[in-house]
């Protein structure tokens, strides 16, 4: 599965044959707000502790437009931390989402797809973590973003849909009573793009 998730992304990026003059590739870039398992609980932290659960992504993408749409493949390195009492979870992982999107109004566009990761690490304050149930998870993106010209920007909220855990034994983690970590994503991503 992880191979064809390889050869799909290529042939997206590589696919500009039936391309009109808006489509192009480009580089993205932001930051995410991330909750494992405890998401809407942990949004209310904000406002006490405004790099609570915050993380960064850096990417590329390719936009093929087809008349009214566009198809955006998009391969994404993501770092995401999760906040708890007496600990931080970090993931790293790559997104490849496949977004279809259309300009609603002027310069603003939706858009919609699903999103495949593959988790390359993950650490509990410093302790690896080599036992979460799945590397490799498939999502959901959608959002709304306003291109001016190559310049773009877009706020989009990501969902895991594979259910995903990470075990913990032996731990005196108070916040993680059953030691078990949700590791499934879900996150505000505020992003800002360059088409070349």
Do not use: C, W
Request: aromatic share 12%; glycine share 10%.
């Amino acid at each position: 599965m992880k191979k064809m998730l390889l050869v799909a992304v290529v042939a997206l990026f590589g696919t500009s044959a039936f391309a009109q003059s808006d489509s192009g590739f480009g580089l993205r870039g932001g930051l995410n707000y991330n909750g494992n398992g405890d998401y809407i609980e942990s949004f209310g932290d904000v406002a006490r502790e405004p790099d609570r659960n915050v993380g960064f992504h850096l990417g590329v993408f390719h936009k093929i437009k087809l008349g009214p749409i566009y198809i955006k493949p998009e391969l994404v390195y993501t770092r995401t931390k999760s906040d708890y009492d007496d600990a931080s979870f970090n993931l790293s992982k790559l997104d490849a989402p496949v977004l279809v999107g259309f300009k609603v109004i002027g310069p603003v566009n939706i858009f919609v797809g699903p999103s495949f990761q593959y988790i390359l690490n993950s650490e509990f304050d410093g302790i690896s973590i080599d036992n979460v149930e799945n590397d490799f998870s498939v999502g959901a993106n959608f959002g709304i973003g306003v291109n001016l010209g190559k310049l773009g920007v877009d706020l989009r909220y990501e969902r895991g849909f594979s259910e995903n855990e990470a075990r913990f034994i032996n731990t005196n983690i108070t916040s993680l009573p059953d030691s078990r970590l949700d590791t499934r994503p879900e996150q505000v991503i505020l992003s800002f793009s360059l088409q070349i």
